[in-house]
């Protein structure tokens, strides 16, 4: 009913003036092009951080190697870590979201389409400021440029006397913008899934994607707020000689850790569960099977919300805590495994007896389900204590947080990738390019984070900028160097893929995947307004209903 | 598709996003004072100089009281606009910004006769607490003094109609949510902290 489109008086863009075009652009609050622009931020910004984290892989390829500075080096990894997870997971995250929950509701925009625009432009401006650090970083002082301080800036390295100029600042000032902007869309995104469902698409019928992204941005809410707190404290003593984490004047270092970390580890749950969102949808349609046990997920989804918030200090374990606030977060990081587990066995069971499809999007799922598996298990090592004790601060940390943000995160982004591609641009991804990217990524990863456990345990520190010869580290970063370059290769591949697609791929028309959710109704790319007629839902599979009116799930429900 | 879809429409009621947008951002801003309490809590008595709370705080009830009984105007205010009185509207609307104007004042007095008896944000962890917890509930108040201000002037040109009365009701829960909050950092800087 809504899938013929009207013709608007909007020139087509190939006969516009570029000057026009981008202006459009600039002044959009339309929530398919802000997503847009979401995801190219976040890719332009994956581009550089991935440039700095070969830098660091450069630098470790051999001993005594002096590729980079220490001073640079320590730059690399502050930046690498602060880019990757501000400004490449959560805004790509946040363009999908912001593309597809008004379309999965039958929505004609989000709830409020100006506060939109303006957080994706807070995110931008965030970004940038944290960039121009390389260039005004230094201040009137000549110390050094961009921060260098760890991406979770533990004081007292960030307090005037050691971290002299500006560098710091421009860290502080552009999370604390981009923490502004997240909030913003979060509370954009609560708002859109309370209140502009379209008739019929009651709660308990919304596409899991809507429903991860409503939990998500609850958790925004209340996490990502304590770090903006954190942030002012911050600039309160550097700018006002406030002694929030001067240890000389009886303040606490050890406070901006749980500040930090009550900020830092329902993060990564923000950025898992949209994740879980893309694996939801996609998983289902590539095994033309509904999803196996929906309102389970739901409740496992939110029960993750809420014990995120309990686990932060498992982070601290090695700053020596009392025993009881060792076994207290021990606990709770067992617990939290529980519902992610009933996640995977979800998806398990919906492939179960289904009939697969591997495209490449659903062989991203697979991966991402064997390395989700693999980075939890590791996590739960690190969440015994005493282990933690033996383990903390070594290259076995990174190895294990990677296989979570590459091997789980980046891998279901690349699978959202190629299943909502088509329904973007009107184009289909190229498969055979599709499938190179994927066989390389996933040889590339395991090459660098499988071996990189090892010199963890053999207790390589991370953040060295070099190493002696002869501790039996060589070997594994060698190997940990060459798979981040068949990484960087695939990623190339898979920039390509998006270029040329664009241009030269099959047309998608409005339903490549005959799949079931309501932004499948609608043409590729969907018209400015979405929906003709705001569309009614029955079930929790609108399209399948409207394509099998003999078998409704609607019968069902 | 079915019969029943054509009812639906009617009787398809969402909650108001004015209302779901301004509680998000409450629950946000309740995370921000959250960190900033649990500060001033684990800083109570770590300061390793003097002024001591107990020597230089005095409990501000008066301008505490006028803050509170602001949260009672601005419900009547909203109350009046939503059954169509304006001058109603408008008088207990001015109240409320007067109330708040009181408050901001009292605060002010308090920062002077703070900063002569040498308290200032760099003396002790006190300091750093004290005018950081209260000086961001300030923060707050100053922006819904402004979002008020706004209002009241459009609302003097009569721009600010009956229909607009969820709208203002928005305001209203942001204005209570100031108010609530000051009840806990009183209770933190003035009696727990003391």
């Known amino acids: ?83 990757m997870i501000f400004f490449v997971a959560m805004p790509i995250l946040f363009g999908f979201a912001n593309y597809f929950v008004p379309l999965m509701i039958g929505a004609r925009d989000m709830a409020f389409p100006r506060l939109n625009a303006f957080s994706f432009w807070l995110t931008a401006f965030g970004g940038t400021l944290l960039y121009f650090s390389f260039l005004g970083g230094s201040g009137l002082y000549g110390a050094g440029n961009a ?11 960030t307090s005037r006397a050691f971290s002299p100029g500006n560098s710091s600042d421009y860290w502080t000032i552009s999370l604390l913008v981009s923490g502004f902007g997240s909030i913003g869309t979060a509370i954009n995104l609560f ?7 379209c008739p019929g698409m009651k709660l308990s019928r919304m596409p899991l994607f809507v429903w991860l992204n409503f939990v998500m941005s609850g958790m925004v809410l209340l ?87 309990s686990v932060w200090a498992h982070h601290m374990f090695t700053i020596g805590m009392n025993s009881y606030a060792n076994s207290f977060f021990a606990l709770t990081t067992m617990a939290i495994g529980v519902p992610t587990g009933i996640k995977i066995f979800n998806w ?21 389900l064997f390395q989700f598996l693999i980075a939890g298990l590791t996590g739960i090592m690190l969440g015994t ?25 980046l891998f279901a982004i690349f699978a959202a990738f190629y299943y909502w591609y088509p329904k973007m641009t009107g184009r289909m991804l190229n498969e055979t390019l599709g499938k190179i990217h994927f066989w390389l990524f996933l040889i590339g990863f395991h090459l660098t984070f499988d071996v990189m456990h090892i010199p963890g345990i053999l207790g390589m520190p991370r953040r060295i900028y070099t190493y002696e010869a002869g501790r039996g580290w060589e070997i594994w970063n060698l190997i940990s160097s060459i798979g981040a370059f068949v990484q960087a290769i695939a990623i190339l591949v898979f920039v390509l893929n998006l270029v040329i697609s664009y241009f030269r791929g099959s047309r998608a028309g409005s339903d490549p995947w005959d799949a079931w959710t309501l932004e499948w109704s609608v043409s590729s790319p969907p018209p400015a307004y979405n929906f003709l007629a705001i569309p009614t839902v029955a079930s929790r599979r609108p399209l399948w209903d409207r394509k099998h009116p003999e078998d409704p799930d609607s019968r069902y429900e | 598709m079915n019969s029943v879809i054509a009812p639906m429409h009617a009787t398809w009621v969402l909650p108001y996003r004015g209302k779901v947008g301004m509680a998000c951002l409450i629950a946000a801003e309740s995370a921000i004072f959250t960190i900033f309490v649990v500060a001033y809590l684990f800083y109570v008595g770590k300061s390793l100089s003097g002024p001591t709370p107990r020597e230089v705080l005095e409990p501000p009830l008066f301008y505490s009281a006028c803050l509170l009984s602001s949260s009672l105007t601005i419900h ?3 109350k009046s606009l939503s ?46 607490t004290y005018y950081s917890l209260v000086g961001l509930h300030g923060f707050h108040v100053c922006a819904g003094l402004l979002m008020l201000a706004v209002a009241l002037l459009l609302a003097f040109f009569g721009s600010i109609r009956r229909e607009h009365a969820p709208k203002a009701d928005v305001l209203a829960m942001y204005w209570h949510f100031v108010d609530a909050i000051w009840v806990v950092v009183f209770t933190v800087v003035y009696i727990v902290g003391r």
Not at chain 1, 147 to 157: E, F, I, Q, R, T
């Open chain 1, 191 to 197: 708002a859109t899934t309370l209140c502009m469902r």
């Open chain 1, 385 to 409: 204590a005493p282990l933690d004790w033996q383990l903390g601060g070594s290259y076995f940390v990174v190895a294990h947080f990677h296989y979570v943000i590459v091997g789980g995160i």
């Open chain 2, 76 to 78: 009547l205010a909203v």
């Open chain 1, 223 to 309: 996490a990502i707020t304590p770090l903006s707190a954190a942030q002012i404290m911050l600039l309160t003593d550097r700018y006002l000689g406030g002694h929030f984490f001067d240890t000389q004047a009886g303040g606490s270092a050890t406070i901006w850790m749980h500040f930090f970390w009550i900020f830092g580890h329902p993060e990564v749950y923000i950025l898992i569960i949209p994740c879980f969102g893309f694996l939801s949808e996609i998983v289902p349609v590539f095994s033309r099977k509904p999803i196996f046990g929906y309102p389970v997920m739901v409740g496992a989804t939110i029960c993750i919300g809420f014990v995120s918030v």
């Open chain 1, 348 to 368: 398990i069971g919906t492939m179960w007896g289904g009939k697969l499809w591997f495209t490449t999007s659903m062989l991203f799922c697979v991966g991402f």
């Open chain 2, 83 to 128: 059954r169509g009185n304006y001058p109603r509207f408008l008088l207990l609307w001015f109240f409320t910004i007067v109330l708040g104007g009181l408050f901001l004042f009292g605060t002010a007095r308090e920062w002077h006769k703070l900063i002569a008896h040498g308290l200032k944000i760099s003396t002790n962890l006190f300091g750093t």
């Open chain 1, 147 to 157: 921060p260098d301080v760890g991406w979770w800036a533990y004081a007292p390295l």
């Open chain 1, 1 to 83: 009913m809504s899938s013929e489109a009207i013709a608007i008086p909007v020139a087509g863009e190939r006969s516009q003036p570029w000057m026009q075009a981008l202006h459009e652009w600039v002044v959009t609050v339309d929530h398919k092009r802000i997503g847009i622009l979401y995801i190219a931020l976040a890719l332009f910004f994956l581009l550089i951080g991935g440039l700095e984290a070969a830098i660091i892989r450069v630098q470790l390829l051999r001993p005594h190697n002096d590729f980079v500075s220490p001073q640079v080096f320590n730059r690399m990894f502050t930046m690498h870590g602060t880019t």
